[in-house]
């Protein structure tokens, strides 16, 4: 069985900094990896998907990373701002089913002006 | 475009009591689950469909029913209700690409 597992599970860091999030997954079958944010009370959006052929994504200040030899993801954010603060999942999927995901238990992040 | 919507977006029910979350996609996907994300547990799947008229189960299925008529719609449909189906429900869906789409999820409390 697939697991996944962020850490750390909480992150606090002065706006400007660049940070690193970091997934890792016991299953290196997994089909593609994919990063969610979540703010407080709403759902989850995509922000990057990382196919298995790929190694990595790239979106604005956002950059995620795929190693699947090693088990790990990381994602990559340049220059934090207030407005990241949020919930950042990372999911993994074994059966390229895109709905029967494996999610890791998430990074809160807080980015202090 | 307004992706996957779910409703209700709040619901309180006594135990015994049964009910359906809605969850519909006007992005013609195919793929459509639903999840529950619970304190300390994280996001587990309870059902998912590849395609109209057929679903199966995940991680969590017990005491949960769906069905899938349309490529649009994915109900929910909870039989009798526990206090232990309290929880945030999120509805989603995805095409070829893989890439999820959440709904704005559901708070369900059972008393």
Redesign the interface.
């Known amino acids: 069985k697939q697991e996944v597992t962020q850490i750390p599970a909480a992150l606090s860091v002065p706006e400007g900094e660049n940070l690193v999030l970091n997934c890792s997954f016991t299953d290196s079958a997994i089909?593609?990896l994919?990063w969610?944010r979540q703010d407080p009370?709403?759902?989850?959006?995509?922000l990057l998907?990382i196919?298995s052929s790929q190694r990595e994504q790239t979106s604005g200040r956002l950059n995620a990373s795929l190693d699947k030899s090693s088990g790990r993801s990381t994602l990559y954010i340049a220059a934090s701002q207030p407005g990241d603060s949020a919930t950042y999942?990372c999911?993994g999927?074994l059966y390229?089913?895109?709905?029967?995901?494996t999610?890791?238990?998430?990074t809160r992040l807080m980015v202090k002006p | 475009n307004a992706g996957?919507t779910q409703t209700p977006k709040f619901q309180v029910l006594k135990t015994g009591q049964s009910m359906t979350l809605q969850c519909a996609q006007d992005m013609n996907h195919e793929?459509?689950?639903w999840?529950r994300q619970d304190p300390g547990m994280?996001?587990?799947?309870i059902h998912?469909?590849?395609g109209a008229g057929i679903t199966d189960q995940?991680e969590v299925p017990n005491g949960y029913n769906v069905s899938r008529s349309t490529t649009e719609d994915f109900p929910l449909r909870l039989l009798s209700a526990a206090p232990s189906q309290t929880s945030v429900y999120?509805c989603?869906?995805?095409?070829y690409?893989?890439?999820?789409?959440?709904?704005?999820?559901s708070r369900l409390t059972v008393l």
Do not use: I, P
């Open positions: 089909y593609n994919q969610f009370g709403k759902g989850l959006t995509s998907l196919q999942l999911a999927d390229r089913a895109g709905n029967m995901l999610f890791g238990g998430g | 996957v793929y459509m689950s999840y994280g996001l587990r799947l998912y469909s590849v995940g999120f989603a869906s995805s095409g690409t893989g890439e999820l789409f959440f709904g704005e999820g």
